[in-house]
């Protein structure tokens, strides 16, 4: 037996096929005019979930550039900043210089000394420093707190830490965008690096001390290495001409290097000074096996019971180095001795001026790799981008060939629905008798 459609379900069922036919065509429609494949998640949910995912990560990618672009800003006005304080301590050391001219009266070296404090001033002001929205460069995590305060003249306070702030420039990337500026500005070794020479304040004679060479890193560097002695002079005027003789004593053991007793403090001493030789601290001719490493020279005349030190480089800043510079300049020089230790004071601020200079520029070096990290993170967060984007316009914009191809067939399909409904609800055994 046939089954039997009755006229009500077909009539239904061409107004069901119609709706979908419209339904599908105006999801097509709207593909083509919004050019989105994807508009709600019921469209394609798997892309839409993918769509989700890649504009959230390209949202976070924007916000690295953003925290990149701060990062850059502020370690452009430290590199900046550094720069400066460069500058400013060339000047002192152009008139560390100056102030070497034999002919340059009291007076003359009181006028470099009011350059100095300027300078000072200068150095004191770039070491709080700010990056424009009231955050301190060199104040390590302590964005918020004043570095450097002077508590009295060559005496100046740190008050940041030792951190670093650091901003996220990429999923696994934070760059530090401040410093401890008492690394910059405060420990700085003294001398030549490794070691300080220094004459002693109550020296009588004309002697003047260079600053010395490790020429021998390993051996100045061992774990024996007392790294502190004197060199002692003894000038025996009974001769014509007079004769000096020197003795290097190690100070920690109090023992002289040259016989390895106990050290005398009166000559004569076995070894003979002679102006700007190079005094060894190793063993020559029949004295006890040592030998540290390092040499320096000493010029001029030592006087009787004179004395020398050579002690492992200590830290210093820059502040006390001006300091004591600007004191040495304000000094009534009317003696041979006192002309002399004005050499020796001026050779010492030199050493440790070019000492803040190289470590101000290591800073500086070290700023300018971290711009340049930031740059190359940049460049790489801004190809992920395009990325991101090329990605979502793949899974959500509409392929406009496909679409018009979709468009065209769901219009016929859909005429087609409307003329075989039209021809169905006409059916009637009566038009047939």
């Given at each position: 037996m046939?089954i039997?459609?009755?006229?009500?379900?077909?009539?239904?069922?061409?107004?069901?096929t119609?709706?979908?036919?419209?339904?599908?065509?105006?999801?097509?429609?709207?593909?083509?005019?919004?050019?989105?494949?994807?508009?709600?998640?019921?469209?394609?949910?798997?892309?839409?979930?993918?769509?989700?995912?890649?504009s959230?990560?390209?949202s976070?990618?924007?916000?690295?550039?953003e925290?990149?672009?701060?990062?850059?800003?502020?370690?452009?006005?430290?590199e900046?900043?550094?720069?400066?304080v460069?500058r400013?301590?060339?000047?002192v050391?152009?008139?560390?210089?100056?102030?070497?001219?034999?002919?340059?009266?009291?007076?003359?070296?009181?006028?470099?000394?009011?350059?100095?404090?300027g300078?000072y001033?200068?150095?004191?002001?770039?070491?709080?420093?700010?990056?424009?929205?009231?955050?301190?460069?060199f104040?390590?995590?302590r964005?918020?707190?004043?570095?450097?305060?002077?508590?009295?003249?060559?005496?100046?306070?740190?008050?940041?830490?030792?951190?670093?702030?650091?901003?996220?420039?990429?999923?696994?990337?934070?760059?530090?965008?401040?410093?401890?500026?008492?690394?910059?500005?405060?420990?700085?070794?003294?001398?030549?690096?490794?070691?300080?020479?220094?004459?002693?304040?109550?020296?009588?004679?004309?002697?003047?001390?260079?600053?010395?060479?490790?020429?021998?890193?390993?051996?100045?560097?061992?774990?024996?290495?007392?790294?502190?002695?004197?060199?002692?002079?003894?000038?025996?005027?009974?001769?014509?001409?007079?004769?000096t003789?020197?003795?290097?004593?190690?100070?920690?053991?109090?023992?002289?290097?040259?016989?390895g007793a106990a050290?005398s403090?009166?000559?004569?001493?076995?070894?003979?000074?002679?102006?700007?030789?190079?005094i060894?601290?190793?063993?020559?001719?029949?004295?006890?096996?040592?030998?540290?490493?390092?040499t320096?020279?000493?010029?001029?005349?030592?006087?009787?019971?004179?004395?020398?030190?050579?002690r492992?480089?200590?830290?210093q800043?820059?502040f006390?180095?001006?300091n004591?510079?600007?004191?040495?300049?304000?000094?009534?020089?009317?003696?041979?001795?006192?002309?002399a230790?004005?050499?020796?004071?001026?050779?010492?601020?030199?050493?440790?001026?070019?000492q803040?200079?190289?470590?101000?520029?290591?800073?500086?070096?070290?700023?300018?790799?971290?711009?340049?990290?930031?740059?190359?993170?940049?460049?790489?967060?801004?190809?992920?981008?395009?990325?991101?984007?090329?990605?979502?316009?793949?899974l959500?914009?509409?392929?406009?060939?496909?679409?018009?191809?979709d468009?065209?067939?769901?219009k016929?399909?859909?005429?087609?629905?409307?003329?075989?409904?039209?021809?169905?609800?006409?059916?009637?055994?009566?038009?047939?008798?």
């Open positions: 046939g039997r459609i009755s006229t009500n379900t077909l009539f239904e069922q061409g107004v069901g119609i709706i979908d036919r419209q339904r599908s065509l105006l999801d097509v429609q709207q593909q083509v005019s919004t050019g989105r494949r994807v508009g709600t998640p019921s469209d394609d949910p798997i892309a839409a979930g993918r769509i989700l995912d890649l959230q990560a390209k976070a990618t924007q916000q690295f550039v925290n990149a672009g701060a990062a850059s800003s502020s370690l452009a006005l430290g900046q900043s550094l720069q400066s460069i400013s301590l060339q000047d050391r152009s008139t560390i210089v100056s102030a070497g001219n034999g002919t340059l009266g009291d007076s003359g070296r009181a006028i470099l000394a009011r350059e100095l404090r300078n001033q200068e150095l004191l002001s770039l070491a709080n420093a700010t990056d424009g929205q009231g955050g301190y460069l104040s390590g995590y964005g918020q707190t004043q570095p450097f305060s002077e508590i009295a003249p060559g005496t100046v306070q740190y008050s940041g830490d030792q951190g670093q702030r650091l901003l996220q420039i990429s999923p696994s990337r934070y760059v530090p965008i401040s410093d401890a500026g008492s690394e910059i500005f405060q420990r700085i070794r003294t001398g030549n690096g490794d070691f300080a020479a220094a004459a002693a304040a109550a020296n009588s004679g004309t002697g003047t001390i260079g600053i010395g060479a490790v020429t021998d890193p390993a051996t100045w560097n061992a774990a024996g290495n007392p790294s502190d002695f004197t060199i002692r002079f003894d000038v025996n005027s009974a001769t014509n001409p007079a004769t003789t020197y003795d290097l004593v190690d100070n920690v053991s109090g023992n002289s290097l040259l016989t050290a403090a009166t000559g004569p001493y076995l070894r003979t000074f002679t102006a700007g030789s190079a060894n601290l190793r063993s020559q001719g029949t004295e006890p096996a040592f030998d540290y490493g390092a320096v020279t000493i010029n001029g005349s030592p006087g009787d019971a004179d004395t020398f030190t050579l492992q480089s200590p830290t800043s820059m006390t180095t001006v004591a510079l600007i004191n040495a300049l304000t000094t009534t020089i009317s003696t041979p001795a006192q002309s230790k004005l050499t020796n004071d001026l050779g010492t601020a030199l050493a440790n001026i070019d803040a200079i190289n470590r101000a520029l290591d800073v500086q070096t070290a700023i300018g790799a971290r711009m340049k990290e930031v740059d190359a993170t940049v460049a790489t967060n801004s190809d992920l981008a395009v990325q991101f984007d090329a990605s979502v316009s793949e959500r914009d509409v392929d406009y060939a496909q679409a018009i191809s468009l065209t067939l769901q016929t399909l859909l005429e087609a629905a409307q003329k075989s409904f039209v021809q169905t609800q006409n059916l009637s055994l009566f038009n047939l008798l």
